[in-house]
């Protein structure tokens, strides 16, 4: 078994590394894999109206459509873009070309890669209804103000000054895809709470904090991103994980 597994690309932010992404997917097929595999937070929603980067990047998911009849193209939700698990008889009645899932397991002899975004492991993201609202304040066509996202996040004040972060919660913090990687200490929490959740015969991978990381005798894999000049991605080939970085 062959799988590429990366996330974290937020298409539609001004500093996602969308070239660079295209010209990977065009050389996808040398590598040969049986999975193509985004954990997450593939398109930006939160940002922008939510339509808006579906037609603007309609390239790249023609693109996936052609890949997914040479490999199993797999979509995970993310904190950035949960609409997509909210859609229900939309995706019912025409669905995409592949699939989007919550959760993602490969079974191995003896044990199972499993493939998550990672928002679930985040005491400020792992609730359903903020990431799913926050799809609904496209700022760049009406700059609203989600006064009651501001109001919950700030409820979470004193948690956020623990892990070290600036106490005064803004809109433009709330909204950046990599605050997370401003936050040292909640991606520690972060993977504390992951390789708690871990199960004994489970190699998980995830993404959502941006910053990669590769801990095979942990059976643990963070697939950091593909923006502000990252472009990082692991190759699982013959159960064999590395982490390895597009140039």
Request: charged share 25%.
């Amino acid at each position: 078994m062959k799988a590429v597994v990366l996330s974290d690309i937020h298409l539609g932010y001004e500093n996602s590394e969308v070239e660079a992404f295209r010209a990977f997917l065009d050389e996808l097929p040398d590598i040969r894999p049986d999975y193509f595999i985004i954990c997450g937070d593939f398109i930006e929603m939160w940002r922008r109206d939510m339509v808006a980067p579906v037609l603007e990047y309609c390239d790249i998911l023609a693109k996936l459509k052609e890949l997914n009849r040479q490999m199993s193209v797999i979509l995970i939700a993310g904190n950035h873009d949960w609409h997509v698990m909210r859609m229900g008889r939309p995706l019912e009645m025409y669905p995409p070309p592949f699939q989007f899932k919550e959760v993602f397991s490969i079974h191995m002899d003896g044990f199972y890669y499993s493939f998550k975004h990672g928002h679930q492991y985040d005491p400020l993201c792992r609730h359903p209804r903020p990431n799913n609202c926050l799809c609904y304040t496209p700022e760049d066509t009406t700059r609203l103000e989600p006064g009651h996202l501001i109001s919950w996040f700030r409820g979470k004040e004193p948690m956020l000054q623990l892990y070290g972060y600036i106490p005064r919660i803004s809109r433009r913090r709330i909204l950046d895809p990599g605050y997370i990687s401003k936050m040292p200490a909640l991606i520690d929490i972060v993977r504390w709470r992951a390789r708690i959740a871990r199960h004994a015969n489970e190699f998980l991978i995830h993404g959502h904090t941006h910053s990669p990381l590769l801990d095979t005798e942990g059976m643990y894999a963070d697939t950091g991103c593909w923006v502000d000049g990252s472009r990082d991605y692991l190759l699982i080939e013959d159960n064999v994980v590395s982490l390895l970085r597009y140039e």
